[in-house]
């Protein structure tokens, strides 16, 4: 087995957002060589978004060809529950999947050797391994956008579980909430959510907006509805990153996804919010993540070097979306009753 890439070889990513398909022919040191996004399709017909996913590596492979590169692997990242040992989606409500073995179908489709993973867990390995939450052993990666989920890194290692842990969005925060997509009550995601947070401005003000972001933007000019939904949100995703702490009590948190864009709007309230909830725990640094929308991507391509037997180089090279910067919680005094204390 060859333990080093030439400089003509390179290997396809694909991150299958609820959205949008992220895809990249990336160097070993995660350069991406090309790059192209597609529209993730939506309906509850599993070959649809099987179908879309084939013809984007297809393209990809096509891209490689017409650049003289060599493919090495394909690793390709998913939402769902997914189990990376078999390569199968478990269960995908968006994709419309149900015990899916992707990884077959998808090899069989390319004619190329596929590895699958989970897209936050994806994306928590590139943060991990290269970004802003590098150098860490206890650490959460939490990307908040259309759903929210979470990576755990424990003790230097991934927290997996057979592909169910990091459910984070489906945390009950509001016993007597909204109905979730799960079939649950009060989830994390039904008030935290990016595509929650724009749900709820818009039936409390009777003014549809785009997105969170423009819910944001009315937050940053001081409109009284805009902030208190805001502020509902923060107290939420507070809430549920205190009970994180206490049972995983990570050293660092980094917050990603389309929520995150809004900076120190949501890191600064939500760092004193979490404090607020902490007592004797460990206080975990909350940074912004380092690779934004790319990390998915990047982690599928951490995924499809190693699958191939060569570990990436993981330097100054490897493409970094933005840096941050880290601050700690303000002090508390600890709880003189706390274990440990």
């Known amino acids: 087995m060859r333990h080093e890439a030439t400089a003509r070889e390179c290997v396809i990513a694909l991150d299958v957002g609820g959205t949008t398909m992220k895809g990249a022919l990336l160097s070993d040191t995660l350069r991406p060589l090309g790059v192209i996004r597609r529209p993730t399709p939506g309906g509850a017909r599993p070959t649809q978004a099987l179908d879309a996913i084939t013809a984007t590596l297809r393209e ?27 390569g199968r989606a478990i269960r995908s409500v968006n994709l419309g999947w149900a015990d899916l073995p992707l990884a077959r179908l998808l090899t069989r489709a390319t004619g190329r050797p596929v590895v699958v993973g989970h897209d936050v867990r994806a994306g928590g390995l590139a943060e991990f391994r290269a970004g802003a939450a590098r150098g860490a052993r206890d650490a959460l990666f939490v990307p908040v956008g259309t759903g929210i989920s979470a990576a755990v890194l424990s003790g230097g290692r991934p927290l997996v579980s057979g592909g169910y842990a990091g459910e984070l969005g489906h945390v009950m925060t509001d016993p007597g909430g909204a109905t979730c997509r799960c079939g649950g009550r009060g989830c994390l995601e039904t008030l935290a959510s990016a595509a929650a947070i724009a749900a709820t401005y818009t039936a409390r003000s009777g003014t549809r907006v785009d997105g969170a972001a423009d819910v944001a933007a009315r937050v940053a000019a001081g409109e009284p509805i805009a902030v208190a939904v805001w502020h509902g949100a923060v107290g939420a995703l507070a809430s549920a990153l205190a009970d994180v702490s206490t049972l995983l009590a990570p050293e660092r948190i980094v917050l990603g996804g389309g929520l995150a864009q809004a900076g120190k709007l949501l890191l600064d309230p939500l760092r004193v919010r979490l404090a607020d909830r902490l007592t004797f725990q460990r206080r975990p640094e909350l940074v912004r993540a380092a690779f934004g929308d790319k990390a998915g991507c990047l982690g599928a391509g951490i995924l499809a070097w190693e699958a191939a037997g060569v570990p990436p180089r993981l330097g100054p090279e490897t493409s970094h979306a933005g840096g941050n910067t880290r601050r700690t919680l303000r002090p508390q005094p600890r709880h003189p009753g706390a274990a440990g204390s």
Do not use: F
């Not at 017409?66 to 997914?82: F, K, L, Y």
């Open 60 to 86: 990809l492979d096509a891209l490689a060809a017409e650049r003289n590169m060599t493919v090495r692997h394909i690793g390709t990242v998913v939402p769902g529950i997914v189990d990376e040992e078999s």
